[in-house]
C-alpha cells in the first residue's frame, strides 16, 4: 500500500481524534480540508461525513474504525490494550464519548455557540441553558471514572483518551464550561496529560470560523 490520506476540516473532534491517532504511530499522511457533504466525500463516505481515510486501496469511514485501523496495521505505541477486558472498557469509553458526551457537549452546547459567531447573531441562551445539566453530568461521569484511573481505560493512553480530548479542548473556550472545569480537578489534570502529548500539539486546529 501507498500513503495515507484523511479527508475532512481540521476543527472537526472526530478528525482531530484520528489526526492524533496517525500522529501517536508517527505515520505520515496527507490531510484534505473537505466539508460534509462535499461531492469528493460523498465519493469516500456514503453519509457524506467526516472523516473518511485513504491508505493505498483502502478507503474507510467512521472514526472508530478508522482509528483502531491505524492502531493495528502501523507499528508503534499501541493505543488499544493487549487485555480483552481493558479493551471493552476503551471501546465502553469511545461508545458513551460517541453516544452520550459528543451530542451533549458539542451538538447541544458547544454548536450553539459556533452557529450564532457563524452568522453574527446572539447565541439562543434557552438552548444553552437546557444543555448546561447534560454537560455537568458529563463532566461528574467522567471525573469519577478518572478517581479510578489515570486515563479512561486504565493507565495507559488509549483511543478513548483520543476520543474525548477534542472535545475537551473545546470546552476550555466556551463560558460555561470553562467556568465549571475547575469544580472537577481530575478531568482537568486528565486534560493537561493528554494534552501535553506531541499528539496532542501537533493537531491544534486553527480557530472555528467566527470565534
Not at 48 to 53: E, K, T
Not at 95 to 123: N, W
Not at 140 to 154: I, K, Q, T
Request: include cysteine; glycine fraction near 6%.
Amino acid at each position: 500500500m501507498t500513503g495515507c490520506a484523511l479527508y475532512g476540516f481540521p476543527q472537526s473532534t472526530y478528525v482531530r481524534t484520528a489526526r492524533m491517532a496517525l500522529d501517536e504511530k508517527g505515520v505520515p499522511y496527507a490531510l484534505e480540508a473537505l466539508m460534509p457533504g462535499a461531492p469528493a466525500l460523498k465519493a469516500l463516505h456514503p453519509f457524506g461525513r467526516i472523516p473518511a481515510f485513504r491508505h493505498g486501496d483502502l478507503i474507510l469511514f467512521e472514526t472508530l474504525a478508522i482509528t483502531r485501523y491505524i492502531d493495528e496495521a502501523f507499528p508503534g505505541l499501541p493505543l488499544q490494550p493487549a487485555d480483552v477486558a481493558a479493551r471493552a472498557v476503551m471501546t465502553q469509553w469511545v461508545s458513551a464519548i460517541i453516544d452520550s458526551v459528543y451530542p451533549s457537549l458539542v451538538r447541544d452546547y458547544l454548536l450553539v455557540y459556533i452557529r450564532a459567531r457563524m452568522t453574527g447573531g446572539e447565541p439562543e441562551r434557552v438552548r444553552i441553558d437546557a444543555a448546561l445539566p447534560n454537560v455537568e453530568r458529563a463532566f461528574e461521569v467522567l471525573e469519577h471514572r478518572l478517581a479510578e484511573a489515570p486515563y479512561l481505560a486504565g493507565e495507559a493512553v488509549t483511543l478513548a483518551d483520543l476520543f474525548l480530548l477534542p472535545i475537551m479542548d473545546y470546552m476550555k473556550t466556551m463560558p460555561e464550561s470553562a467556568g465549571l472545569l475547575p469544580g472537577y480537578p481530575r478531568l482537568a489534570a486528565w486534560q493537561d496529560r493528554v494534552g501535553e502529548r506531541p499528539s496532542a500539539r501537533n493537531t491544534v486546529p486553527p480557530p472555528l470560523q467566527g470565534s
